[in-house]
C-alpha cells in the first residue's frame, strides 16, 4: 500500500514539475516570439556624439563609358554624381601583346575632367590576344600569366596616375569573374598591389587603392574570400576595403557595413570604406527587385546609413537601363534612369541627397530626440554647410514591429522657410506645420539654421502600438514568473 502512495505522490511531483518548466519556458520564449514575428531587424544604433565630414560621397557606376554622349553627362551632373566607377580592360587596352590603344580611355577622362567627375577605374579580366595558357574569354588568368597582366596594370598606372582619382583591382572573384583557384587570384592581387605601390615610391606620389570587392554579402554573412585575403597577408598597400550590397532592404546594409569593419579592424586594418556597388533592379525577376517608390526609398537610406557609418564614397550601380530592356532580366533595370532618358523615382531621390548632402558635415550631436520609446526608434540625421545650409532626414525604424506611423514635433531653429521635399518627384512645399508624420519612408526637408551649432530638437509622440507591444512582453514575463512561484508553492 505504501508503495502505490509513493508512486502517485512520484507522479504527482513529476507533472509539478512538467508544469513548472512549461511555465518557465513559455514565458521567456513568448516574448522572443512576438519580437520575431513582428520585429523587422535588428535597430539603427548610430553613434550620437559624432560629427563626419561628407565629401563628394556621390558616385555612379558606368557613367560615359559605353554612352559618351553630351546628354549623358549631363544628366549625370543634374543628378550629382561627382564620381564614376569604369573598367579599364585589359583586352581594350592592349589588343595586341605589347599594342597600345589609349584613345578611348584619353577621350573618357577628358569628358570627367570637363564634367569634374572623379574616377575609380578597375584593373581587370583577361585578355585572349595577349595569354598564353589556355587563351579563352575565361577571366581567369594561369599564373604564368600574370607577367603579362602586371605589364597592362604597369602602362595603365602610369600613364594615367596623374587623372584617375583611385584603382581598384578586379572585381568580385569569388564568382564567375574569376573562373580558376581562388588562390591563383590571391597571387594576382598581391603582386598587382606591390606593383602599384612600388609606382607610388619610384614617384613619392600616393595613390588610392581598393581591395577587391566579394559578392555574396548580405547580412549576417561576409563572403569568407574577404578574410581570406587579409589572412594571407596580402592587403598590406590597400588603402580602402571596396565593398558590394545589394539587399531589398536598406536597413541591413548596417550590419553588412558593421561586420566588414569588425572583420578589417581585427587584423589591423585603418583605412577607409567605400561602396562600389550597391542598388535594387526595379524589374526582372532577382530577388531584390523593387517597387519605382522603394528604389527612391533605399536610395535615401543606403546613404544615410553608410554616411553614418563613415563610409567615403558610394558607387550607385547604374546610371542607366537600356533602352529596350528584356522584361524578366533585372540586370537591365538597375538604371537610375529610364533607357529614354527620364527619370526614375530613385533618380530624384538620389539628386536629392547628393545636392543637398554632399560637401557638409553630418552633425549627429546636434540631434535630440525627445520622448519615450519611440523616440529611440526614430531615425534622424542632419547634414549641414558651412553657411547654415541644413538638411534633416529622418524615418521611423520601429524595434519591435516591422512598421509604422509616429508623430514628430521639430523645433529646428530654423530662419525662414522650412521645406518638405517629395523624394519621388524631387518637388517640394513650404513646411506649414511643425507637427509631421513620419513613417517608414523617409521624410527629407532642408531649411536655413540660424546658426552653426544650432541644435534641432524632435519631439516625438508616444507609439500605441510599440508600448502596447512592450506591456504584453513585460506582462508575460511577469504572469509566469507568478505562475511559476504559485506553483513551487503548493507543491
Known sequence: MKSKTKTKEGIKVRKHGILLLVIIIGGLLVPFVIVTLTIKGPPLNFPTKQRIPID??????????????????????????????????????????????????????????????????????????????????????????????????????????????????????????????????????????????????????????????????????????????????????????????????????????????????????????????????????YAWRVSQEKLAENVIKSHVIASNLHVKEIMWYHDEDPLVPDPLDSEHFFGLVHGNGTWKPGAHAYSLFSNHCSNSILYQDLVMNKGGIAANDLVATLYRRANGNSTLIMWYDPTTYASGNIEVTLDLGAVGDIKIHDIYTGTNQTLSDTSIMVGN????????????????????????????????????????????VIVIKRR
Open 56 to 285: 563628394d560621397i556621390c558616385g555612379i557606376c558606368h557613367i560615359g563609358s559605353s554612352n559618351t554622349s553630351s546628354d549623358e553627362w549631363v544628366t549625370m551632373k543634374q543628378l550629382g554624381a561627382n564620381w564614376t566607377r569604369v573598367d579599364f580592360h585589359w583586352s581594350g587596352i592592349e589588343p595586341a601583346d605589347d599594342s597600345w590603344y589609349w584613345d578611348k580611355w584619353d577621350g573618357f577622362l577628358n569628358a570627367t575632367e570637363d564634367h569634374n567627375v572623379k574616377v575609380l577605374a578597375l584593373l581587370l579580366y583577361d585578355n585572349v590576344n595577349v595569354e598564353t595558357v589556355n587563351p579563352q574569354s575565361d577571366k581567369y588568368i594561369h599564373p604564368n600569366d600574370i607577367p603579362y597582366f602586371l605589364d597592362y596594370v604597369n602602362q595603365t598606372v602610369r600613364r594615367y596616375k596623374d587623372r584617375v582619382e583611385a584603382w581598384e583591382i578586379w572585381n568580385e572573384p569569388n564568382i564567375h569573374f574569376w573562373d580558376g583557384p581562388i588562390e591563383h587570384f590571391y597571387d594576382l592581387f598581391n603582386q598587382t598591389q606591390e606593383l602599384i605601390h612600388q609606382i607610388e615610391v619610384e614617384f613619392s606620389q600616393n595613390l588610392t587603392v581598393l581591395s577587391a570587392s566579394m559578392a555574396g554579402t548580405f547580412s549576417g554573412f561576409v563572403p569568407p574570400e574577404f578574410e581570406a585575403m587579409f589572412e594571407a597577408g596580402i592587403m598590406d598597400y590597400i588603402d580602402v576595403v571596396s565593398m558590394h550590397f545589394y539587399h531589398y532592404d536598406a536597413d541591413s546594409l548596417y550590419r553588412g557595413i558593421m561586420q566588414h569593419m569588425v572583420t578589417a579592424q581585427k587584423y589591423g586594418f585603418a583605412g577607409d570604406y567605400w561602396i562600389t556597388e550597391i542598388g535594387n533592379p526595379t524589374g526582372g525577376e
Open 441 to 484: 519612408a523617409p521624410i527629407f526637408i532642408t531649411f536655413q539654421a540660424a546658426t552653426i551649432s544650432n541644435p534641432v530638437t524632435l519631439h516625438v509622440e508616444e507609439s500605441g502600438i510599440a508600448l502596447t507591444l512592450y506591456i504584453v512582453i513585460f506582462i508575460t514575463l511577469i504572469s509566469s514568473l507568478g505562475l511559476a
